[in-house]
């Protein structure tokens, strides 16, 4: 009789492991649904969700950025009969109050995968790039740019504030620093402040003589030529995208070390390259070579590369196989008559044509085809500078 008991009671914890189980699988499915819908890719967004159960509640918790993603997932829970105990947080986190915005404050700021010294570097920020802040951890934050993309900075990297003090900097007069590279030097004792990277952004104090005295999100003040800037406000919007601009952008960073994360005159990956090349052109584009693979005309590669625009993106990787589609791992920007310049090993020009001294096989045996950028401003993952709002 003992043994039947035992058995009984372990085929019932067997049954019950089995319905939460199922519970907890169901709720997994529902919110894979919402991710696909709301967030397809995390290194843009965030939507990172934990499912338990209290008694006969299903109890939600995690974070995101997505408030209608979150709550497409509780209403899907609910329609599915759950009893929701909604404990999502979404971010910014309400820790932070009301300052949810930063300004870099280095010339290039390096941004990490993980709140951490060690960790891999998957991008970078330009001085006086605002900045939405979500959390913090320790003297960490988690910060997403103006391309949407996420990681993590040192608080010394950023200037904390609010709306009314980003409405007060965008209101500012501001200037861009256009050289590849410089220093800026203080305005009485003229020593070393910091130096300066093509894309910086400072708030312009006054002009004396031929010089600009500016100064840093931080505060700190410092003098450059006035030569090496341009008034921000007039080259937002006088900057007109051309192929041949784009082209000259590009040219001048032959080579500069290929840096993993890289995204400044300083040293670049295939990615941030094209980034920096289309940014010095007031044209914001996505982070990653896959995730630039997404956006802007297609040019397929069937029809070979004579087909090409001159500054069209030209992207390598993995090829579509069955139901796995293409995977672009390396960009690069189209010169024509078969060559493109890319960032592997260093800023380099290579070509499709296998009569040229500089002919990349395995870039050839790669192609996956090419987006077409200029015209495609104002679609997602292309924005002018001028258009975006926090700028």
């Known amino acids: 009789m003992i043994r039947f008991l035992i058995c009984m009671a372990g085929a019932l914890f067997s049954v019950a492991c089995h319905t ?23 290194r843009e967004d965030i939507f990172k969700i934990h499912f338990t159960e209290k008694g006969t509640d299903l109890v939600v918790t995690g974070e995101t950025t997505s408030l209608e993603g979150k709550n497409a997932l509780i209403a899907s829970l609910t329609n599915s009969k759950f009893s929701v105990i909604d404990s999502i947080r979404i971010l910014p986190d309400d820790s932070l109050g009301t300052k949810t915005w930063g300004l870099v404050t280095l010339s290039v700021c390096n941004i990490r995968t993980k709140p951490a010294d060690e960790a891999e570097m998957a991008s970078q920020s330009l001085l006086g790039t605002p900045v939405k802040i979500l959390k913090k951890s320790k003297h960490w934050f988690l910060i997403q740019t ?20 980003m409405t007060a900097w965008r209101t500012s007069k501001r200037v861009i620093y256009l050289p590849l590279s410089g220093n800026g030097f203080h305005p009485e004792t003229k020593e070393a402040v910091t130096d300066l990277v093509a894309g910086d952004i400072l708030t ?9 005295v500016l100064e840093m999100p931080d505060g700190r003040k410092l003098a450059i030529p006035a030569g090496e800037a341009m008034d921000f406000d007039q080259w937002k919007k006088n900057t007109s995208p051309t192929a041949a601009s784009i082209i000259n952008s590009a040219k001048s960073l032959l080579g500069r070390p290929y840096l ?5 005159s300083k040293g670049v990956d295939c990615s941030g390259f094209t980034k920096t090349a289309y940014f010095l052109n007031g044209i914001i584009l996505a982070r990653d070579a896959s995730l630039q693979f997404r956006h802007g005309e297609f040019a397929d ?7 090409l625009k001159i500054g069209d993106l030209v992207f390598f990787g993995k090829k579509a196989d069955g139901e796995h589609p293409a995977k672009a791992t390396h960009v690069g920007i189209y010169l024509g008559n078969g060559l493109y310049i890319n960032s592997s090993g260093y800023v380099r020009i290579d070509s499709f044509n296998p009569d040229d001294k500089n002919y990349s096989k395995k870039r050839a045996d790669t192609w996956l085809g090419a987006r077409t950028v200029l015209g495609s401003e104002g679609a997602k993952g292309i924005i002018k500078v001028k258009d975006h709002p926090w700028y």
């Open 301 to 307: 590669p069937i029809n070979g590369y004579e087909k």
């Open 204 to 212: 312009s104090d006054t002009i004396i003589k031929s010089e600009y």
């Open 260 to 264: 993993w994360g890289g995204t400044s």
């Open 146 to 165: 103006p391309d949407h993309y996420i990681g993590w900075v040192d608080d010394n990297a950023l200037h904390q504030t609010d709306s009314i003090g």
């Open 20 to 42: 939460n189980n199922s519970r907890l699988n169901e709720a997994e499915q529902i919110s894979k649904s919402a991710i696909s819908q709301f967030v397809p890719d995390g």
